[in-house]
Every structure is written in structure tokens, then in C-alpha cells.
């Protein structure tokens, strides 16, 4: 990533590093449709299919890429929230596919774990949801203009403070 300078303290630039959280979202939205089914087949009908322990496989070496992923960024604090949802959201679905294999192929069934076989069978549920959301918002902080908010110019075209007249103010000539 490259550096911004200020005042004496480098640091990557803040585009760059929004850029590359939401690409790690991206990835692991890409992802959720398949681990929301493997999760799913696990709860359905016993036993299950040999091929979703693969898929579990599959998605959770995957899972465990992004997460490290992300763990790694060097970000700077204004992205330390949308960071740590997305860790916490990674783990979420790495413990699902765990567990979900788990129980699917334990190799017995247990009435004391009926209750959790079923919830598997909605899938990641309201997780899968915040997965989204959180890859949708990244998205549109990359893609936003750049200091669209932060940055107030006097140059010359733009207008100052003193230029804007608010509703129920004079101005000096009226």
C-alpha cells in the first residue's frame, strides 16, 4: 500500500485500505451462498452426503484465508470497526462450517443435538444478512469520491463559508 504522509506520521492510505477490506468482503460474500447451503444440508436429511464434507472442507480453508487476511491489514483506526465485523463475522461462519460438520458426520445421531441439527437447516441465518451489508457499505466507501466528506477546499471555483447564505439570513448588501 502506498503511504500518506501527515504532520510527520506515515500511514497507508486510507482509499487503498478500504479498497482492500472490501475486496476480503467481496471474496467472502462470493463465498456464502455455498457455505449457507453446506450448512443447510448438514441439518436436512441424515445421512448426509459425503460431498458436503468436501464443500465444508472447501469453504472453510477459504474462510480461514480471508480471516488471515484481514487479520494481517494494517489499517488505521477509522476502519477498526468495519475490521473487527468482519473478523467477527469470518469466524462466525468458519465455526458454523466446523461445526456443522461436526454433527453432520459424528456418525450418530443424538437427540440432545436435534435442536442445533435444525437450526443448521435455516443455514448462517441474520449472519449471512450482516455479511452482506458490511461488503455493500465497503464497497461504497471504495468507490465514493475521494475526501467526499472530509475535505473543504478555498481554492479558487469553490465557494467559501461567507458565500453560503442559509434560509432567514441578510445579506450584508440587503
Do not use: K
Amino acid at each position: 500500500m502506498n503511504t500518506v504522509d501527515r504532520d510527520g506520521w506515515t500511514e497507508p492510505d486510507y482509499r487503498e485500505q478500504v479498497a482492500a477490506l472490501a475486496e476480503i468482503a467481496a471474496q467472502a460474500a462470493t463465498l456464502q451462498p455455498g457455505a449457507d447451503t453446506a450448512v443447510a444440508q448438514c441439518g436436512g436429511t441424515w445421512p448426509v452426503p459425503d460431498a458436503a464434507a468436501l464443500e465444508l472442507g472447501r469453504l472453510s480453508s477459504s474462510y480461514s484465508q480471508l480471516y488471515e487476511r484481514v487479520r494481517r491489514l494494517e489499517l488505521g483506526a477509522a476502519l477498526a470497526e468495519p475490521r473487527d465485523e468482519l473478523r467477527s463475522l469470518l469466524s462466525y461462519h468458519l465455526h458454523m462450517l466446523r461445526d456443522a460438520g461436526d454433527l453432520a458426520f459424528s456418525g450418530r445421531r443424538d437427540e440432545r443435538t436435534e435442536p442445533f441439527r435444525q437450526e443448521l437447516a435455516l443455514g448462517l441465518g441474520p449472519y449471512a444478512t450482516r455479511l452482506l451489508r458490511l461488503a455493500a457499505e465497503l464497497r461504497g466507501r471504495a468507490e465514493a469520491p475521494q475526501d467526499q466528506t472530509t475535505s473543504y477546499s478555498s481554492g479558487r471555483g469553490e465557494y467559501e463559508l461567507d458565500d453560503v447564505y442559509l434560509p432567514g439570513e441578510q445579506s450584508a448588501g440587503d
